[in-house]
């Protein structure tokens, strides 16, 4: 096997962060389950809906992939995550989380392989219970509210009608690199897909990395 290509022979867990129920639906903290939405179709998997979890299995280019949904609010993500991972063996190379980011412009994409919780209480739950941030994640950008309004607010609105088209694609764009990211590794998936959507207005650059 190619050096930095995942075993394709063991399965992958891709688990998008978000909180249950209709008034949450569409809103920027719901960006991890819209993701796993659309994998879902893409792998043509069945819902099993567990305590505490939603779970669905398929393959893709010849690798089982497990998609999941925490449905017990973003803050508590991490106890149904460790105890799936658990259940079917799961090591934490084999994770890839997708949440939303503050510090991304709406329709930015940065994957990387680890890295601190940069404030999100879903990531800072998972590293808790899971007791390592050696796991990928998927960042999608939602942008920083405007002066004034609170960060809590902020997250659990929708975007403006003028960006729900951006948003629109940058899931989809998302969801195309978290299946390249099972065949082919974060590195290859991050070359591929990090940053700005592909024509967007946006000509400014990514920031540098840093650790969150």
């Not at 992939?65 to 993500?77: A, D, K």
């Not at 991490?78 to 799936?84: D, E, I, M």
């Amino acid at each position: 096997m190619p050096t930095g290509l995942p075993d394709r022979s063991k399965p992958c867990v891709i688990a998008g962060l978000g909180n249950p129920g209709d008034s949450y639906v569409g809103t920027r903290h719901n960006l991890g389950f819209e993701v796993i939405d659309l994998l879902a179709q893409q792998i043509k998997g069945k819902i099993q809906q567990l305590p505490h979890l939603n779970s669905w299995q398929g393959r893709w280019k010849g690798r089982v992939v497990h998609l999941l949904q925490p449905m017990t609010y973003m803050n508590r993500s991490g106890a149904p995550v460790k105890s799936y991972l658990r259940s079917m063996g799961g090591e934490l190379r084999d994770l890839m989380v997708v949440v939303d980011d503050l510090d991304l412009e709406p329709g930015t994409i940065r994957l990387r392989p680890k890295g601190s919780a940069g404030g999100h209480r879903g990531l800072e739950d998972l590293i808790e219970h899971l007791g390592s941030s050696n796991y990928s994640r998927c960042r999608l950008g939602i942008g920083r509210p405007a002066s004034g309004v609170a960060v809590e607010e902020f997250v659990l609105q929708r975007p403006p009608e003028a960006q729900i088209e951006l948003f629109q694609q940058m899931k989809k764009r998302a969801a195309e690199s978290l299946l390249c990211w099972a065949v082919e590794g974060v590195k290859n998936a991050a070359l591929r897909y990090n940053g700005p959507l592909p024509g967007s207005d946006s000509d400014s650059e990514i920031p540098a990395d840093k650790e969150n």
